[in-house]
Structure formats: structure tokens, C-alpha cells
């Protein structure tokens, strides 16, 4: 038996853990004011491009910190990339972020079939691409320092990641056929 004086006792029926008690203080209702959401930050200018007014921009997005390379209006696309590798956010720089965002680079085009071969910025360093084969670069490499030949040669390496779907397997009755 539970007795309280001045409050009152109120078993609610909750599904699977059979009641949970609350206890009102009287007729006073707790009334819970929102808070602003503070997370929302707005863009921080880093400074200006070198030889355009275009603004360098470190915006907060879904995914994390980006940097963006002018402001945004509708029908342009700026160019963007991600900082989310770099722990101390505040401590980015305009040169920084000009290297950032100088990725994806063409190093030229394939010699056997025409196709551009690229350097670009991934999740975990610079990675080779060549239409769906890719090859991480190692971390010992700068990436200044890889040109087409050197690129070309890592991606005749063994470490080269195809994307995309499987090639096809030759049916069963046409590999018999062969034999």
C-alpha cells in the first residue's frame, strides 16, 4: 500500500512491461520549451579564390564538413569536396582547400583505348581510375608526383579493384562444346 500526501499515483499500461508508474506533484504539468537548433552552423568563409572573387566556402552537410568553391544558385552546381578525413575542422586553410578541391585531376588518356585516366580523392587516399578499374595509391606516394606513366603502371599492378558487374560466365553446354 502506498500512501502519499499531496501527490498522486498514475499506473499506465505499457505494452510488454506490464505498468510503469508516474508521479504528478500536484496539477502542474512539466512543459518542455524547444530549444533552437544549434547544430545548424552557418558556412564559414575561408577566402577568396585566387584570381576570381569566388568565395571558399566550409559548410556543414549531411555527411559531414565539405568545402565549396563559390556560393549556390539555382542551375549551378559549385564544385565541392569532402574534409571529413581532416580531425581539427577549424585549423583548414584556404591552400587547403585549394588542393582539396583541385581533385579529380585527368592525367590523360589511356594509350590502348582512348579512355581518360584519372586521380582522384577517396575516402581513404588517392585513388587510379581507369573506366571500372581502380587501384588505391600507396601512402608513401605523393600525389603530385604520379603522372601518366606512373599511373599506367599501377594500374597494371595486382592490386587493380574492377567495379561494376561481373563479366559473363560461358554457359555450361558452350564450354562442353569446346572441349
Keep these: 500500500m502506498l500512501l502519499l500526501v499531496g501527490l498522486r499515483q498514475i499506473f499506465k499500461r505499457v505494452w510488454l512491461a506490464g505498468f510503469i ?11 518542455e520549451t524547444p530549444q533552437s537548433n544549434t547544430s545548424v552552423e552557418e558556412p564559414k568563409v575561408l577566402g577568396l579564390k585566387p584570381g576570381s572573387t569566388e568565395k571558399i566556402l566550409l559548410k556543414s552537410g549531411p555527411y559531414g564538413f565539405y ?3 563559390g556560393e549556390d544558385r539555382k542551375g549551378y552546381l559549385p564544385k565541392r569536396a569532402s574534409v571529413s578525413h581532416i580531425k581539427d575542422i577549424d585549423s583548414i586553410t584556404v591552400e587547403d582547400a585549394l588542393e582539396l578541391l583541385r581533385y579529380p585531376v585527368m592525367l590523360g588518356t589511356h594509350p590502348v583505348d582512348g579512355q581518360p585516366v584519372k586521380l582522384r580523392l577517396a575516402k581513404n587516399g ?3 581510375r581507369h573506366r571500372r578499374f581502380a587501384v588505391t595509391v600507396p601512402k608513401n606516394v605523393k600525389p603530385n608526383d604520379i603522372d601518366l606513366e606512373k599511373a599506367l ?3 597494371s599492378g595486382k592490386d587493380v579493384r574492377r567495379s561494376g558487374r561481373p563479366k559473363n560466365k560461358p554457359k555450361l ?5 569446346t572441349v
Excluded at 508508474?21 to 512543459?31: F, S
Excluded at 553446354?173 to 562444346?177: C, F, I, L, Q, Y
Aim: proline content about 0%; aromatic content about 12%; overall charge negative.
Design 21 to 31: 508508474a508516474k508521479t504528478l506533484y500536484g496539477d502542474e504539468e512539466e512543459v
Design 67 to 69: 568545402v565549396q568553391l
Design 126 to 128: 588517392f585513388v587510379i
Design 153 to 155: 603502371k599501377y594500374l
Design 173 to 177: 553446354e558452350e564450354a562442353v562444346e
